[in-house]
């Protein structure tokens, strides 16, 4: 039996952008916030976190910085996990040894179906679904840029709003960040996928192209809308139905917002592996089952596929 | 009225990989072989033109080399036309100073409906319509290295096989280049394009892909396929049929010869414009004239038209 305790153990795998502004803010508020990083291991260890955001800068200091599980002293009732959802990730391994039987897996991950896997590993704990929406980059070890937005969305997988969804909401609104629950949040990641599936892959395949560029040319726009069009599709087909008015919205916000790189761009050019199945292998393989066309997003995917080949020669 | 001649008069104009090594051929015969070039002019007239072939090197020293029609003393049977197909060169400009009442245009060229601007342009002359299958790259100025095949295929726009053909012909033949004609020479330009509209944007949009990795992965393979389907539908709505095997024998053709670069992608790498609307937009018209679906060409053009974006950027 563990020990009862007040104050709540929020354990942070990954500090990248997403996780160094999120854990950052969940900081600020009676929680202790610990994490878990990997590359820039040593740099939060001494230095903490420095997360500059047009809202006012501040430090993220967790309570423990650990660069595996193992060595985490605490109990956590949330893991929020802020990795990219990649295939070579196997983060079932990564968090298995300080999974209590109270613990959340607090998922904060761009796509579709990426919490099959986990929720399969771990079958008696929570699984929270969490959707981002903000535009944060690393620019160095221990430093995130924010420039918009800011806000995330929770609800459990595959459906419902547990206590502990509860809380957490509670948590994030004491740390102002906006946070909004969903008793199905599936159709909530399914509006983002909208933005996701297409912008996404088009900057990395259009040769490099900014937030702002993919929304000028009309043959773009056109690749663009027929996407979003496909996505909604398959997404109706789940019955999680996206609003129309939500792709025109996509289209006119990125015309509007000060241009930006998309993350898959972001780790594109670095060298870095790019969440693809998340993103679109994903909605393709559901796509096939029930039957709806995606010649498109067929495209975009194979063409990122052939990057895999053509990024290791 | 000009003199009678014998000796057959042609000009090509551009002294690219595929110019140097069809014009360079051509100069071996009785005819007299002169070239129009643009940056590679002072090395063409002060030391000719090496052709690097595996079937043994040879040297092209043009009768004359000129950088501006106007320059030409000659009164040219033929102007063979080795410019890459781009919206941006006017061709009708270049060659009007020599342009006589009995000059025939060829064309060797890639892509669909590439005749159409310069056949209205001159209503009077003869246009050939050649495509080219060969392996062949500049690798300096001057200097073309040819590894691969080296057919030519001829026959008039629209169609027909007038004696000036005939007489093109025997040149090559003479050339030992081998050549055919065809009565209705669109066909063997869908058949190309099969290749063309496939591998050519693929290698650019997959991240440099040679002609080996396009048809190695399972993704890559089923786009290639797509691509070539669609051509293959609207070559038909033309009434030009490709025969199914055609689509077969061009992927297990890329697996079995030794990895090379697309056109496409030299252009694309060295900043060069690419024959975008020759190779997709041109038959995506008359795909959406002959109500032919073509989502995975458009999804193609789409980025290769963001490609001309972000390459400016």
Known sequence: MKESKNQIDILLVGTGAVGSYFGGKLAQTTARVSALCRSDFDVVKSKGIKIESYKGDFDFKPAETVNNA????????????CLKALPEVNLAEIIRPVMGADTA????????????????????????????????SR???????HTGSGMINLGNYPNGISPKTKKLADLFTEAEVPCKTFENIAASRWRKMIWNASFNPISVLGGGADSK?????????????????????????????????????????????????????????AGRP?????????????????????????????????????QLS
Chains 1, 2 share one sequence.
């Open 139 to 145: 620019i160095e070890l221990g430093v995130a840029r």
């Open 70 to 81: 193992q060595d985490y002293t605490g109990q956590p009732d949330y893991i929020m996990v």
């Open 213 to 269: 560029q993919m929304v000028e040319t009309p043959e773009s726009v056109k690749l663009v809308r027929d996407i979003m069009n496909e996505v909604a599709a398959i997404a109706k087909s789940t019955g999680n139905e996206v609003p129309e008015e939500e792709i025109e919205k996509a289209i006119t916000g990125n015309r509007k917002m000060r241009p930006f790189k998309t993350s898959m761009l972001v780790d594109y050019e």
């Open 274 to 310: 790019m969440e693809i199945d998340a993103i679109l292998g994903n909605a393709i393989t559901i796509a096939k089952k029930n039957g709806i066309p995606t010649p498109y997003m067929e495209s975009l995917y194979s063409l990122l596929k052939l990057h895999e080949v053509t």
């Open 105 to 136: 897996i607090v998922l904060v991950q761009n796509g579709i179906e990426i919490e099959a896997g986990i929720a399969k590993a771990f079958p008696k704990n929570e699984i929270i679904s969490a959707i981002a929406f903000i535009a944060v």
